[in-house]
């Protein structure tokens, strides 16, 4: 197949996507549609998210504006900023959809936070923090967010954003922004915990919660402890855990570690290829005797270079393997494939409203239309699968 012929494949693939795109965003607008009080802010939702799921350049209040037929973006900043509709129950909405289309035995919860860089003070929670989407500290919003991943797929069913202390300290700066005087300083891992709760409260199937350094903390861990539920949390390498009856960090650890404690194992696919690394692990006594549950230490280091390493606390049922291990630490990756695909197919970033509750607002929606994108897709991976098989039988 030449360039030429794969490049009109790609585009006709593309257009047969966004048609049964329109085709499976009627039948979710019908799911949502309650929550809209009346009816203009209803059919602009659904306009609204046509145009996330556009070929459109930009998804900002203007073009999205031209692609519902208005002559300028007032009506899809009402839509954000005043109109009377519950972002919240819709949020539960997209819970519901993701996990019916995607849920299957090998499921996970996985947190992780991006950034949003902007400019100006205003903006609900902007400050000059570290940006992952920069990589550096960035003048930023930063949001935290629950994604469910498994075989089939993986998109989000949860987001908040985080406030520092220096907006939350500042109630005249919050009510100018649109936050309530209820709302106070939560750490990330507080804002993980909450939707966390959320998924389990609403009964999501999954049997880990994987998250990285940032949640891989005392405070979530030990609820996640309390609450019996499974993770893969990394930590830094000046982690602390008792081996040996003393207190040593994971790093000087791992560098004890024989050769003969390390094997090589995959942690999925990646764009080119199996993610293969070198990995270890050893349990640590800090769980209960009876409980059939069993904590460890599992470490990560690089084919081409082992002083690069990864390190996680994890917990779970004590017949658990370090393959299976291996594998929930890998899902990590899928929400940040996630946050890539969210910002640059359906705008998730390309937002222009600065209030707290049109952040929420534009977010939820912009997700929605990232999880129609999911599950089209997983649809048709399957249908693929099936048309295989039969073909060799």
Same mark, same amino acid.
């Given at each position: 197949?030449?360039t030429?012929?794969r490049?009109d494949e790609?585009?006709e693939?593309?257009?047969?996507l966004?048609?049964q795109?329109?085709?499976?965003?009627?039948?979710?607008?019908?799911?949502?549609?309650?929550r809209?009080r009346?009816?203009?802010a209803?059919?602009r939702?659904?306009?609204?998210?046509?145009?996330?799921?556009?070929?459109?350049?930009?998804?900002?209040g203007?073009?999205?504006a031209?692609?519902?037929?208005?002559?300028?973006?007032?009506g899809?900043?009402?839509?954000l900023?005043?109109?009377?509709?519950?972002?919240e129950a819709?949020?539960?909405?997209l819970r519901?959809?993701?996990?019916?289309?995607?849920?299957?035995?090998?499921g996970v919860?996985?947190v992780?936070?991006t950034?949003?860089?902007?400019?100006?003070?205003?903006?609900a929670g902007?400050?000059?923090?570290?940006s992952?989407?920069?990589?550096r500290r960035?003048n930023? &919003? *930063?949001g935290?967010f629950?994604?469910?991943?498994?075989?089939?797929?993986?998109?989000? $069913?949860? @987001?908040a #954003?985080?406030?520092?202390?220096?907006w939350?300290s500042d109630?005249?700066?919050?009510r100018?922004a649109?936050?309530?005087?209820?709302?106070q300083?939560?750490?990330k891992?507080?804002?993980a915990?909450?939707?966390l709760?959320r998924?389990f409260?609403?009964?999501?199937s999954a049997?880990w919660?994987v998250?990285?350094?940032?949640?891989?903390?005392?405070?979530l861990?030990?609820?996640l402890?309390?609450?019996?539920?499974?993770?893969v949390l990394?930590?830094?390498e000046?982690?602390?855990?008792?081996?040996?009856?003393?207190q040593?960090?994971v790093?000087?650890?791992?560098a004890?570690?024989?050769e003969?404690?390390?094997?090589?194992l995959?942690?999925?696919e990646?764009?080119?290829?199996?993610?293969?690394y070198e990995?270890?692990?050893? &349990? *640590?006594?800090?769980?209960s005797?009876?409980?059939?549950?069993a904590?460890?230490?599992l $470490?990560? @280091?690089? #084919?081409?270079?082992a002083?690069?390493?990864?390190?996680?606390?994890?917990a779970?049922?004590?017949q658990?393997?370090?393959?299976?291990l291996?594998?929930?630490?890998g899902?990590?990756?899928?929400?940040e494939?996630?946050f890539?695909?969210?910002?640059?197919e359906?705008?998730l970033?390309?937002?222009?409203?600065?209030?707290?509750?049109a952040?929420?607002?534009?977010?939820t929606l912009?997700?929605?239309?990232?999880?129609?994108?999911v599950?089209?897709r997983?649809?048709a991976?399957?249908?693929?699968?099936a048309?295989?098989?039969?073909?060799?039988?």
């Amino acid at each position: 197949m030449t360039t030429e012929e794969r490049d009109d494949e790609q585009q006709e693939n593309e257009e047969e996507l966004l048609q049964q795109a329109t085709e499976e965003l009627a039948r979710l607008h019908a799911r949502i549609g309650p929550r809209f009080r009346r009816a203009e802010a209803r059919q602009r939702a659904r306009g609204f998210l046509q145009g996330l799921l556009a070929p459109v350049e930009r998804k900002n209040g203007w073009q999205l504006a031209e692609e519902l037929g208005e002559r300028g973006p007032r009506g899809v900043q009402r839509l954000l900023g005043e109109a009377d509709w519950d972002e919240e129950a819709v949020r539960d909405d997209l819970r519901a959809y993701v996990t019916e289309h995607l849920s299957k035995e090998d499921g996970v919860l996985v947190v992780d936070e991006t950034g949003f860089v902007k400019k100006g003070k205003k903006s609900a929670g902007v400050a000059r923090q570290y940006s992952g989407t920069a990589g550096r500290r960035e003048n930023s &919003q *930063v949001g935290v967010f629950l994604a469910y991943a498994s075989g089939k797929g993986a998109a989000f $069913i949860d @987001r908040a #954003l985080y406030l520092p202390e220096e907006w939350t300290s500042d109630r005249v700066r919050c009510r100018e922004a649109g936050i309530d005087d209820k709302v106070q300083f939560a750490t990330k891992g507080d804002l993980a915990r909450q939707m966390l709760e959320r998924a389990f409260a609403a009964g999501v199937s999954a049997d880990w919660v994987v998250g990285d350094t940032v949640y891989g903390y005392d405070e979530l861990r030990l609820w996640l402890d309390e609450q019996r539920k499974n993770y893969v949390l990394a930590v830094p390498e000046t982690h602390a855990v008792w081996i040996a009856g003393r207190q040593q960090p994971v790093g000087l650890v791992a560098a004890l570690l024989p050769e003969s404690a390390w094997v090589v194992l995959s942690a999925g696919e990646g764009s080119k290829g199996p993610r293969l690394y070198e990995w270890a692990w050893l &349990q *640590v006594p800090e769980q209960s005797e009876g409980s059939g549950r069993a904590r460890w230490i599992l $470490i990560r @280091r690089s #084919l081409a270079d082992a002083s690069k390493r990864a390190y996680y606390r994890a917990a779970g049922p004590a017949q658990t393997t370090l393959v299976e291990l291996v594998r929930v630490a890998g899902s990590r990756w899928k929400i940040e494939e996630g946050f890539e695909e969210a910002k640059g197919e359906v705008g998730l970033d390309q937002y222009e409203v600065r209030g707290f509750r049109a952040w929420y607002r534009h977010v939820t929606l912009a997700l929605l239309a990232h999880a129609i994108l999911v599950v089209l897709r997983a649809e048709a991976q399957e249908k693929k699968v099936a048309a295989s098989r039969g073909a060799s039988d």
